[in-house]
């Protein structure tokens, strides 16, 4: 059995908000890790998405961080909340429907925020996006 009549449907794209895109693009540009986007508006009510990244190391973190501000802040956006800065093991950066977590590489596999929402969707990105960089 089998065949494509026992295929599931690949669900619609998401339409992201493009504040989004530009802060995922904001922590590609700094190099930023692993940039993942979930989907949580079927599963919790406090925000819409979380953008999340890494980087290798504190300076990387704080800087992919600042790159993410200074883009969103150009288009309009600030922070409404922002914690974990000087520390820049996890940074994150509270926009109300979209949340941003900036972690060092350890602390990124430690909370794995991908397991603990996993029944949430995850995000397909942009090609652009969506590569790790080398």
């Avoid at 504190?58 to 883009?71: G, K, L, N, P, T």
């Avoid at 941003?100 to 996006?129: C, G, I, M, N």
């Amino acid at each position: 059995m089998g065949g494509i009549a026992n295929k599931k449907p690949e669900p619609d794209a998401v339409e992201l908000d493009p504040l989004i895109l530009t802060a995922a693009r904001a922590a590609g540009e700094k190099k930023g890790i692993e940039i993942v986007v979930l989907d949580l508006r079927k599963v919790a009510s406090f925000t819409d998405y979380f953008l999340i990244c890494a980087g290798s190391n504190s300076r990387q973190v704080q800087a992919i961080a600042d790159s993410i501000e200074e883009q969103l802040r150009k288009a309009g956006r600030r922070p409404l909340h922002s914690e974990g800065y000087s520390t820049a093991e996890w940074i994150l950066l509270d926009y109300g429907d979209f949340i941003v977590h900036v972690f060092s590489s350890t602390a990124r596999r430690f909370y794995d925020l991908e397991r603990l929402w996993r029944d949430a969707e995850q995000v397909k990105l942009p090609d652009d996006l969506s590569e790790s960089p080398q």
